[in-house]
């Protein structure tokens, strides 16, 4: 009985002292990350503003899609109803694979070459296979969405 | 007596250059020495934290299921660091953030927690975590900048294959400074 009464109450002293951190914490992460989404859009688009893009002809789509670690959001550009080029501005994958991810690494090759031809990274099938789901799912938005511009 | 737990725990027993305890880390963020500084704060204040804890509640803690328990409490308070990383000191986790998550990982802090922490009061624990920690961080630190140094005049320093190389020298010079026979 006292091991089952030990682990519980460490366990609860701990979910505690999480559940203060986190609320703690909430803020100032959240605003890291926004500034960090920004600056991945580095190199596609400088603004979310949908008039701004029109006038430059890009149309740019959000995709929220389920990663390894948790939900990713992936900014597909279309020009000339072809992919610009797509960013992930958001996620929560392992760190190791953020070079994946970056703007100046297999991230780059969309829009360079026809989606179909773009292979996942064999070290980060899930992470890599998910873009291209996001990917697929904004063409096909895209598709059906009627003109916006 | 206690200068002697310090003196122990950080020279003489030295978690990475005599025990060879989280050597991980240690060659995997030398390359840059804000990074090496970075990651030795976060670690020490994991090995600081859970030194605490687990040596005031050493008695409570029953023998069969003190592993668990000690992985609890590090993994939480390694969960915490992150959080706090992420918010604070946001430029310096995106480039440590794999290893700040794999700090409840690192062979020192179970081994300080399993063999001083576990059994001693906490003003001994707490002296060792310090001499642990410090020693951690000097050798970190001397590692750091000697590997930062070297990649000036041999790009193969920055290498994985470098790190090696070299903490095999460091520790081959250290061995023989200190062995007797």
């Known amino acids: 009985m006292k091991p089952i009464l030990t682990v519980s109450l460490i366990a609860m002293c701990a979910g505690a002292l999480l559940v203060v951190v986190h609320i703690v914490t909430r803020e100032p992460i959240e605003a890291n990350r926004s500034t960090e989404e920004v600056n991945r859009m580095a190199g596609l688009v400088d603004t979310t503003d949908v008039e701004k893009l029109c006038e430059q002809g890009i149309e740019l789509q959000t995709i929220e899609i389920q990663g390894y670690g948790g939900l990713m959001k992936v900014l597909v550009a279309f020009q000339n109803e072809k992919v610009l080029g797509v960013r992930v501005t958001r996620h929560d994958e392992t760190p190791g694979f953020d070079s994946i991810l970056a703007p100046d690494d297999w991230i780059q090759t969309f829009g360079s070459k026809p989606v179909d031809e773009i292979d996942a990274v064999s070290r980060a099938t899930i992470t890599s296979r998910a873009v291209l789901r996001a990917v697929e799912e904004a063409m096909d938005q895209h598709r059906e969405q009627e003109e916006s511009c | ?181």
């Open chain 2, 1 to 181: 007596m206690l200068r002697q737990v310090f003196a122990e725990s950080f020279a003489t027993r030295n978690v990475a250059t005599v025990q060879l305890l989280g050597l991980c880390p240690l060659l995997a963020v030398s390359y840059s020495l804000e990074n090496a500084i970075g990651l030795a704060s976060a670690s020490t204040f994991v090995l600081l934290a859970s030194s605490l804890t687990i040596s005031l509640f050493r008695k409570l803690i029953p023998k069969n299921i003190r592993l668990p328990c000690f992985v609890l409490i590090v993994a939480t308070l390694t969960t915490v660091v992150v959080m706090l990383a992420q918010a604070y000191a946001w430029d310096l986790y995106i480039q440590v953030a794999l290893f700040m998550q794999i700090i409840v990982t690192n062979c020192m802090i179970l081994g300080h927690i399993e063999n001083v922490a576990a059994r001693q009061s906490v003003l001994v624990s707490m002296i060792n975590a310090s001499g642990t920690a410090l020693g951690f961080s000097a050798a970190l630190i001397v590692f750091g900048s000697v590997r930062q140094l070297l990649s000036e005049v041999m790009p193969l320093a920055a290498h994985p294959i470098g790190a090696f190389l070299i903490a095999g020298s460091l520790l081959a010079l250290v061995n023989l400074y200190t062995k007797k026979d």
